[in-house]
């Protein structure tokens, strides 16, 4: 299991635990329930985003090293790339390096 899954889990298990407390004090409520969604919303949310960038992360460092691996020295160094133009609002040309 990832640290991103391991530790969303814990964070559910804990609001699912303070529902249960707070129920069984007779204080579960409409906001109770919407703050606990919330805090699970925004952690899952944190989750995904560090787990995409994790995974763009090491994918990129995948390709990277198999392009090594190969020897084909014309991989070498970075490589610009034109893309095709597009008329700009004063005009002037639109093609941009990337």
């Known amino acids: 299991m990832s640290p991103h899954r391991e530790r969303l ?3 559910v298990a804990a609001t699912v635990e303070v ?3 707070s129920g069984q004090a007779g204080s579960f409520t409409d906001e ?3 703050a606990l969604t919330s805090v699970i919303g925004k952690l899952a949310d944190k989750a995904v ?3 995409e960038l994790s995974g763009f992360v ?3 460092q995948e390709a990277v090293d198999a392009l090594r691996d190969t020897g084909d020295s014309t991989t070498a160094g970075a490589q610009v790339y034109r893309m095709p ?3 700009t609002p ?4 639109g093609a941009k390096d990337v």
């Open 9 to 11: 889990a814990d964070v």
């Open 19 to 21: 529902a249960g407390e």
């Open 85 to 87: 133009g597009w008329a």
């Open 58 to 60: 090491s994918g990129w």
């Open 90 to 93: 004063d005009g002037s040309a």
């Open 32 to 34: 109770v329930a919407a």
């Open 49 to 51: 985003d560090a787990a």
